[in-house]
């Protein structure tokens, strides 16, 4: 019988050797790809040893649950994340017109979700569309409940949309054009100062060189603006003795980090950002967002190391997450097979650093590189690697099963 994850009161996780942890297979294509990663995390945390296992606790969300419950998202699933504290998903699919525009979206509002955490790294020889995508290594911090992702938005000719425009111009003397749609982006000093805590925290303690404020400030600011500022406020009164501007570096110090100083805290103009992750990725460690800039340039930088298929992510809280692959639930494929099952792989490596089982997560992270190198793969990667042998989802997955089998954690991982 498992037991649950606790919070200690420093807030940190006292994870016991049997965890329950709560999963959603997911919609569409979730199946397929779950059975194959379940199989990879069990034998993986044998693997590793320490008498450690986790005690599976499937919960209902999407359209499995809206078929048994009626409900895409059960209040009964949300309470057992709240109980347990962590949890990972596959794909999830939001059924038209059921009155909900996400799941996902729901699961970080009702939970408090607010950092969206997406590791990007590249495994060779996986197909790139740039040339050196072994220098993209970042972290990716989204915040997940403000901005344009707030939904407070009305449609043309409502009369909410009406009396919003006659109240901009009474306060700004600016008219919006009749036929618009209305949306509003809040952007707040709380939501961005606990998003830009967590990333600084998150390089402080990993070694990362420095946290890189992406924003549109020049054009929004009051509200990219205000990111950009409360995010430099955070650094300057809660890590001030750990971090130094990128400004003052240069300034006062010649661009050598003072002693005593571990962090450099810089920002960026969104659309520059893109260029640079594309031209000197290898400048960048840990990036903050606010939420749409960061649902863009996360994916960006996903395309440069292979895709989605590749990208792993977490929806993070004070003391709970949700652990889950960041591509959708692609219903085509659902049964087929086929699908590359590596993102919900290494979103449950991230699972495993987070409840402090790293030992799990870098012999997943280690294991999965090692199949990718023999070029045995599944289609996406497949048709665009020379010299490769397609694979069945399931078939990849006992090739990773293979290499955890001889995996040596050795000192050059």
């Not at 809206?66 to 409900?71: A, H, S």
């Not at 979700?113 to 060779?124: G, N, S």
């Not at 996903?302 to 652990?323: D, R, S």
């Not at 049964?335 to 089982?357: E, R």
């Amino acid at each position: 019988m498992g037991e649950a994850i606790t919070l200690r009161p420093d807030g940190t996780l006292n994870t016991p050797k049997n965890p329950v942890i709560p999963f959603v297979p997911g919609d569409g294509i979730g199946p397929d790809i779950w059975g194959v990663a379940r199989k990879v995390f069990d034998q993986a945390v044998a693997k590793s040893g320490g008498g450690r296992s986790i005690d599976w606790l499937e919960i209902y969300a999407g359209e499995k649950a809206l078929r048994e419950f009626g409900d895409t998202l059960p209040e009964a699933s949300l309470e057992a994340i709240r109980k347990f504290r962590v949890a990972i998903k596959g794909p999830l699919t939001t059924p038209v017109g059921k009155g909900i525009r996400s799941v996902n979206v729901a699961l970080r509002r009702t939970l408090d979700l607010y950092a969206c955490v997406r590791p990007v790294r590249y495994f060779p020889p996986v197909p790139s569309p740039v040339r050196h995508p072994e220098l993209v290594d970042m972290i990716v911090f989204r915040e997940n409940t403000e901005d344009v992702y707030a939904g407070i938005e009305w449609p043309k000719d409502s009369p909410e949309a009406r009396e919003v425009m006659a109240l901009v111009e009474k306060l700004s003397g600016k008219r919006i054009r009749e036929d618009s749609g209305i949306g509003i982006k809040p952007i707040s000093r709380s939501g961005t100062q606990r998003l830009v805590r967590m990333a600084i925290r998150y390089a402080l303690d990993h070694g990362k060189t420095s946290v890189t404020l992406v924003h549109k400030g020049n054009i929004m600011k009051f509200t990219e603006g205000g990111f950009r500022a409360w995010g430099y406020e955070v650094a300057e009164t809660e890590f001030g003795e750990e971090t130094i501007t990128e400004e003052r570096l240069w300034k006062e110090a010649g661009g050598v980090l003072p002693q005593g100083k571990k962090l450099v805290i810089k920002d960026r103009i969104a659309d520059a950002m893109f260029q640079q992750i594309l031209l000197q990725p290898e400048e960048y460690s840990v990036l903050a967002l606010p939420n749409l800039n960061g649902d863009y340039i996360s994916d960006a930088l996903a395309a440069q190391v292979g895709g989605l298929g590749m990208a792993p992510g977490a929806n993070i809280g004070e003391g709970i997450a949700v652990f889950e692959a960041t591509h959708g639930s692609s219903p085509k494929d659902a049964g087929k097979n086929i699908v590359n099952p590596s993102a919900v792989i290494l979103s449950g490596a991230m699972m495993f650093d987070y409840i402090g089982w790293g030992d799990v997560a870098t012999r997943i992270r280690k294991a999965l590189a090692e199949s990718i190198e023999t070029r045995h793969v599944t289609f996406d990667l497949a048709k665009q690697m020379e010299n490769s042998t397609q694979v069945l989802c399931s078939e990849f997955g006992d090739i990773v099963l293979e290499h955890l089998e001889k995996c040596w954690l050795g000192n050059a991982w």
